[in-house]
T-cell receptor, first 111, second 113 residues
Framework: NAGVMQNPRHLVRRRGQEARLRCSPM?????VYWYRQLPEEGLKFMVYLQKENIIDESGMPKERFSAEFPKEGPSILRIQQVVRGDSAAYFC?????????FGPGTRLTVL | GENVEQHPSTLSVQEGDSAVIKCTYS??????FPWYKQELGKGPQLIIDIRSNVGEKKDQRIAVTLNKTAKHFSLHITETQPEDSAVYFCAARDTGTASKLTFGTGTRLQVTL
C-alpha cells in the first residue's frame, strides 16, 4: 500500500502566479487534511475534506486559497496570486478515521 | 480552540541516555494525542499515539504518558540512538473522531555519540 503521495515536491512561482498542489491519499482513506509549515515552526491546520465535500476550512485564509477533493482524482490545494508570505511547506495527510498519515510535502517558494 | 504547548524546543542527549519531551493542551475535550517524528526534508511520521481512556502506552523504546487531570502528556525515548535525531511534534485532536490536529511547536532532538 503506497503512502500519501504529493506532487510536485518543489514548486517555484513568481509573485502573482497560481500554485496548484496535489495530494493522493492512501488507498482506502476517505479523509484528507492540508497543513502548512513555516520554517522552524509547527504545522498549522488549513482544511479538512472528504470526497466532494469540505468539512472544515477554519484554517484557510479567506482569500486566494481554495481546496477540493473531487470524486475522481487527487485533492488539490490552489493558491491564486501568490505572495512571498505563501512560501512554506504544505503537507497533506490522509486518514481512514483516526490516525493521520502525512505525505512528503510540497515546498513552495515564491520569488 | 485548542492550544498545545511543547517543551523543550531543543534537547541534546548522549547516545544511550533517555529523552523526555512534554506537552500541555488546553481543551479538556481533546481525546487523541499523537506524536510525530520529522526528519529534514520529509513529512511527519506517526511514531506513537494515545487516547484519553489510557494513561500510558509503550512501543519498544518509546512510550507516551497522559495525565488528563493536568492536561499534559509526555514522550519518553529510552536508549537513544543517533537515528533518533529529528524534530518531534506532539499534537492534540479536537472532539470528534475525524477532526483536525493542533500541533505543538516541535522539539529538535540531537543525539550525540
Amino acid at each position: 500500500n503506497a503512502g500519501v503521495m504529493q506532487n510536485p515536491r518543489h514548486l517555484v512561482r513568481r509573485r502573482g502566479q497560481e500554485a496548484r498542489l496535489r495530494c493522493s491519499p492512501m488507498k482506502g482513506h476517505s479523509h484528507v487534511y492540508w497543513y502548512r509549515q513555516l520554517p522552524e515552526e509547527g504545522l498549522k491546520f488549513m482544511v479538512y475534506l472528504q470526497k466532494e465535500n469540505i468539512i472544515d476550512e477554519s484554517g484557510m485564509p479567506k482569500e486566494r486559497f481554495s481546496a477540493e477533493f473531487p470524486k475522481e482524482g487527487p485533492s488539490i490545494l490552489r493558491i491564486q496570486q501568490v505572495v512571498r508570505g505563501d512560501s512554506a511547506a504544505y503537507f497533506c495527510a490522509s486518514s481512514p478515521a483516526s490516525e493521520q498519515f502525512f505525505g512528503p510535502g510540497t515546498r513552495l517558494t515564491v520569488l | 480552540g485548542e492550544n498545545v504547548e511543547q517543551h523543550p524546543s531543543t534537547l541534546s542527549v548522549q547516545e544511550g541516555d533517555s529523552a523526555v519531551i512534554k506537552c500541555t493542551y488546553s481543551d479538556s475535550a481533546s481525546n487523541y494525542f499523537p506524536w510525530y517524528k520529522q526528519e529534514l526534508g520529509k513529512g511527519p511520521q506517526l511514531i506513537i499515539d494515545i487516547r484519553s481512556n489510557v494513561g500510558e502506552k509503550k512501543d519498544q523504546r518509546i512510550a507516551v504518558t497522559l495525565n488528563k487531570t493536568a492536561k499534559h502528556f509526555s514522550l519518553h525515548i529510552t536508549e537513544t540512538q543517533p537515528e533518533d535525531s529529528a524534530v518531534y511534534f506532539c499534537a492534540a485532536r479536537d472532539t470528534g473522531t475525524a477532526s483536525k490536529l493542533t500541533f505543538g511547536t516541535g522539539t529538535r532532538l540531537q543525539v550525540t555519540l
